[in-house]
């Protein structure tokens, strides 16, 4: 009987290594798999059981993770609602994280590598882990004005401080709740984001102020004002302003707002075509100038297509492609090819306000640990020089004056000198136009900066953004205590 | 594999060492493992010690001496690795339990009471068991005797739950129990001892007319026709067993012991064949008759499809397993009371998630070396019988550790078994406790010297106990 014996021996081996080889394909090759599997709470309950870190402005949890009695330990919750919803974003069960949530997670789980120290130290004490708080750059007031500004319409804000690129407001509509979107019951978020991205009205998910680019309109106007300050141009230096202007090489026309006539000499002075925002003068001055000398500007400014992180991601800007002259007419007027996120249009006004230097924005003042030490602070850091310190005096004399008496007039706030350019800008021929306003104030100490856009708002960027633009510098100053 | 299964009477005859020493040795690596591993789990989970760990150490610590005192009075050449991969496994299993009990804190357990004290008094039982054994039997041919009155109640306990109400004997849709005066026992693993002495001694009765005669079809040497009764009627037990008590594991279990113990008896592989074909036929008319066989196999197709149903266990021990991966979470470090029943069914998948791809593996292995060395001593005993009985009884072990665990990883379909010797349930543990016993004996038998010589012994070297066969 010993021969089947041995048989049965050596089958058992077989069935066992069997079994050892299907661990090992468990354990080992769909670890990861299985790991993160959606449905595998394990990982999810981990984190759900420590206290995440908060998301904090001007001393205020916008984002605080509170003790709960169900059976993930702890609920993410936004005291604010959809205040904050484009910076914080949402920490959900079903959808995962976004924005903060998603750029800060590390230390807002307490993963970060900076918070390595204490995690040992909860080993050793016993202590639950938690994780660390993420302090922002948002000034409350200038957030709420924002929002409320762009109440009832697609749109974004986005406001600097000029002089260290700190980010005091970053707004966009239409918003949502994201506690919503982050409680613990998954049947709610899913009713919830279908309830939010129904239709085909806007995805209220999406930050309009830096996801995504739009044609900036006449805001492009400033920065080929700046390439010809460079080039030796003056405020007072007269340019050709025509009413009605034959693109080279073509038949097509262009023409000025409402066909209205710019200057009934058919010329005027750099500072008075600016003021009004006169098209054919632009268009010609940009031809004049050259593809070149504007595309060299404009990617001074950062119109350079590069993403960026302020931590959160940002789309890049741009100008695009300029195959003719007829081309770089219409590219000389923010039209064509020319795309600027909201935080662009924020940073080019910052620029001239701040001597024709370019701070880099950023969103997070301060990293805390759980026992709100500081682990990291954001130092205001330069990002370009786009333009000299006399150029950007020249265009902020140019830009007072487009507030003072130009097309940007709704943006006058009393007492104080506001500088600023509007935009309009055409979409398509079936779409109201996206109106815009960039400026900063006060004009001869600048505090803060701002830009203002709102999407197929379908009047101008005077009537429509300026509006909003001076309650936001309002805001700001009453806050200041001004 | 020639090296483990050469026989040791190849040996300087006579000098055959006992390897009680060897068997001390591992038993109390065991139980520094036991103890240690408790503690982790303690530290872990509670931050504390509890006040009776130094009680339960001292308790498992004595259980084993005495099992061990007894193997080395009463059984003194058996094999040393077979108490001490037991000890291992059952206390690996306590502390799993343990730890399990201390999951029922947690938010979003499926524990709900404290099972740990309970197997600790299952296990004491067992050894308990398992001494009593060694000492009332102390040659294991004396079962031959009682084979067929082992038949009949292996049969009566196998049937039982049957013809209960189900109130009494029904458990998440298996009628497999017998549950009186809050007592709950599987007799299917008392039933499955009974029947692994029957079919042993029938084999060994019967052996020759079931090797010997046959004719010739197609080149397979087939058995006569009435010589198929035994192999049919297992099969049809196993059948009945399905069908009544909707056990399937039982039924896999009991025909694959069967089949594999004829192979063995008659050398003959068309008894393989003949059973295979058996198991294929009944398996694919379960498949097309009984739901639960159906679900059964569709669930372990695909478990991620029936998630919320069926596949929800075992896609939760896959995740454990997966998020265990090489190394585990480390005992009280992962949520295996995530995992429906995992106490008892799925208990490897709380081994994998905690103590990682290392962990389980090693337990695998345990259960291998506890296997191989039944095989083993199954190929050395001399007596028919013996050789039967031990080849029945380790294949048993080897069977239904396959089964369960290919179950909670995934590679076969789910079935009702317990891990032997790891999973909590009394009967399981005790039933298995004499089925170890049963293997210490006979290899005690087969390691005993064939004819102990009455060596010189000087009178002053004299043991103080003479041990006579």
Redesign the interface.
Known sequence: ??????R???S??V??T???V???I???V??????D?Q?????L??EYDRERGSIVVAGNEIAVSVPTE????YLRTYPEGPLYAPVTGYYSLVYGNTALEDAENDVLSGEDDRLFVRRIADLFT?RDPAGGDVVLTLDPAVQQAAMAGLEGVTGAVVALDPTTGAILGMASTPSYDPAQLSSHDPEGIRTYMEQITAGDGPDPRVNRAIADNYPPGSLFKVIVSAAALEEGYAPDTVVPAPDIMTLPQTTQQLRNFNNSSCSPSQEQPLIDALTISCNTAFAQLGIDLGEDKIREKAEAFGLDDERMEIPLPVAGSHVGEIESDAALGQTSIGQRDVRMTVLQAAMVAATVANDGVQMKPYLVDQLLAPDLSVIDETDPEELREPISAQVADQLTEMMTSVVARGSGRAARIQGMEVAGKTGTAQVREDLPDHNWFMGFAPADDPKIAVAVFVANGGGTGGDTSAPIARQVMQAYFEGQGG | ?PGP?TDPRGTAAGATPTRRGTEAALLAFAVVITVVAQIMVDLTVT?SLRPEMAGFSVWITALWVVAHLVVRKWASYADPLLLPAVALLVGLGLTVIHRLDLAAEQ??STVTREDAPVQLIWATLGVALFVGFLVAVRDHRSLARFAYTLALVGIVLLALPAVLPASMSEVNGAKIWIRVAGFSIQPGEFAKLCLIVFFAAYLEDKRDVLALASRKVAGLELPRGRDLGPVLLAWVLSILVLVFERDLGSSLLLFGIFV?ML???T?RASWLFIGLGLFAGGALIAYQIFAHVQARVDTWLSPSDY?DGAGYQV?QS?????????FGAGLGG??PD?VPVAKSDFIASAV?EEL??FG??AV?IV??VL??RG??T??VVRD?FG??LA?GLA?AI?WQ??VV??GV???LPLTGLTTPFLAYGGSSLVANFVLVAMLVRISDAARRPVTPQAAPVRLGDAPTEVVTP
Do not use: C, H
Request: aromatic residues 8%; proline residues 1%; hydrophobic residues 50%.
């Open positions: 009987m010993n021969a089947p014996l041995r049965v021996a050596i058992v081996l069935l066992f069997l079994l050892i299907n661990v090992n468990i354990q080992v769909r670890s990861d798999e299985l790991r599997d449905r595998n709470t394990r990982v309950a981990e169900d059976r993930l330990e016993g | 594999m299964l931050g938010v979003g594999v192979y063995v008896a050398e998630y896609m896959l995740f454990g397993l997966g998020t265990g991966g090489l992962g949520r995530q994998g990682g791809l389980l593996v695998i259960y291998l296997v191989e095989l083993r199954s190929l028919a050789k039967l080849a294949f080897a550790v396959f665990l290919g990883t995934g590679l």
